[in-house]
């Protein structure tokens, strides 16, 4: 495994991030113990979570994780712990458990967390949205007294663009903060859009790009077409893809894939960590089999041949229909 810096801080992280979304919904806990002890084994030491997994049982995901924690001393010590805040609660919901961020909300929602995932502190903390309506005072005061408290360590942002980065990078550097380290977005092939303001954006600042759905939720993964029902067929509507015109060229990179010797997944990830921006690439595993491949991605080194040929049949503008909607709603979720 290789590991590189996250943005500015001096964390260390693995090239590779185990996502833990299908934990409870898709994957069982005895399952789900199973790929976290494979993950740490390979060298991959941050662990991505929310405290909104495992639909419908909220939190189901922490919970699971949690349960991996405690089942060794050594298992807290060997990871660098991420989970987030924003989501709204299912219903019956409470007011100020709408979606969104406020101090008091935080601050009830860090301590679920904790004790969902058994441990004192959380590694890095991350927004899972941007909240336009927070002030800057709210949202670093509230980080900062975590901090000081040693409840959490690092602060991250997810589901960002570059003026929000911008903008809440600039309150935390007039605080004397720290700031974000990291943003979690959704970056591949059939999504580049963040190579329009984000990701330069997170780089000027000091802010590594975590990024996820790089296999674009297993498009790229398999040379199949795609059955009606099936999770890939759902990712090609979201992305406005059409079949036919999609198909030839799924079948071109898979065409690709095999002249160069290596899977879909793997040269998938390898493109996303291959720039400079990524620090690490988030793979989300239903099974210990879907590990295979995505070692060899950290170690592949893509020609610029083959860089040129992907951008030929993965332009910017081939992947997700831009919804009516600002920055990053456009894109992401």
Known sequence: ???????????????????????????????????????????????????DYGNPIWGQTETIVGNWIAKSASNRDRIVLATKVFQEKPEPRLPNEEAGLSAYKIRKQVEESLTRLKTD?????????VDRRITGEELWGTFSRLQDAGKITYVGSSNYNGWALAKHQMQAQHRGALGFVSEQSMYSLL?????????????????????????????????????DGSRAKTVMEWYGLDEDDFGPRLD?????????????NTLATAWALSNPAVASAIVGIRVPEQFSGLPEAVEMKLSSETLSRLDQLFPISSGKTLKNAPSPEAYAW
């Open 1 to 51: 495994m290789q590991y590189a810096k996250l943005g500015k801080s001096n964390l260390t992280v693995s090239r590779l991030t185990l996502g833990t979304m299908t934990f409870g919904p898709r994957t069982s806990e005895s399952e789900a113990h199973r790929i976290l002890d494979q993950a740490v084994d390979m060298g991959i030491n941050l662990i991505d979570t929310s405290n």
């Open 121 to 129: 502190h959380i590694d890095l903390y991350q927004v899972h949205h």
């Open 191 to 227: 999504c580049r859009y963040p190579e329009l303001d984000l990701i330069p954006g997170a780089q000027d600042l000091g802010i590594g790009l975590l990024a996820y759905m790089s296999l674009a939720g297993g498009l790229l993964a398999s040379g199949n077409r795609h059955a």
């Open 252 to 264: 071109a990179y898979h065409a690709l894939c095999s002249d160069l010797g290596v899977s879909g």
